[in-house]
């Protein structure tokens, strides 16, 4: 079977997945696709942050908790999904990436519901756990990748290559079709350096 590595980009409360493989120098795309993890028609799940903001503390802990439940299940019913399929197709996942924020640790709950800009900070980290927890679930490696380190981590591990895997990257979205835009290419960037 071929190795391959699972890259996703979040956003609230849908994620850009793409599955790659690497052989003989050549970057291959075997999947991409867009996965949903909130329920449909769940109040507030797209932005439970938001939603929790106007609750009292405790009621706003449950029903966070019950959302990150949900986007976890979700999460791992759609990358076991994947994972078969690609079993299918003669391609085993041995690693996955996540594409994180800046990094920096989020305050209690009580300070979060209480400063717009950090509703939206732990959003974005509450998706990006949900695929992370569904992951290590699943027992698959998970790195997690900040954004903005990306190019600098390409650099050096893929060293006089890696201006061609940045090619090969953006190649890939004219023989793939749309969508192939900055989610895509930087969930590919991060499996490929997950898998090497």
Request: with cysteine.
């Amino acid at each position: 079977m071929n190795r391959a590595a699972i890259g996703v980009r979040m956003h609230s409360g849908w994620g850009a997945l793409v599955a790659v493989s690497h052989q003989a120098g050549k970057v291959e795309v075997i999947d991409r696709r867009r996965i949903t993890l909130t329920p449909p028609g769940a109040p507030g799940a797209i932005q439970p942050y938001h939603f929790a903001k106007d609750l009292a503390l405790p009621a706003a802990e449950k029903f966070i908790g019950d959302c990150f439940a949900a986007s976890k299940n979700l999460a791992a019913v759609a990358i076991q999904d994947l994972v078969n399929e690609l079993r299918t197709r003669k391609y085993r996942v041995v690693a996955s990436a996540v594409i994180l924020a800046s990094g920096r640790p989020l305050p209690p709950l009580a300070k979060i519901l209480a400063a717009h800009p950090l509703l939206h900070a732990a959003e974005g980290e509450f998706f990006r756990e949900a695929f992370t927890k569904a992951c290590e679930n699943l027992n698959i490696p998970v790195a997690g990748i900040r954004q903005r380190d990306l190019e600098d981590q390409a650099r050096k591990k893929f060293r006089k290559s890696a201006p061609r895997i940045a090619q090969q990257i953006t190649a890939a979205g004219r023989s793939l079709g749309s969508p192939w835009t900055t989610d895509q290419k930087t969930a590919t960037l991060a499996a490929l350096l997950a898998l090497m």
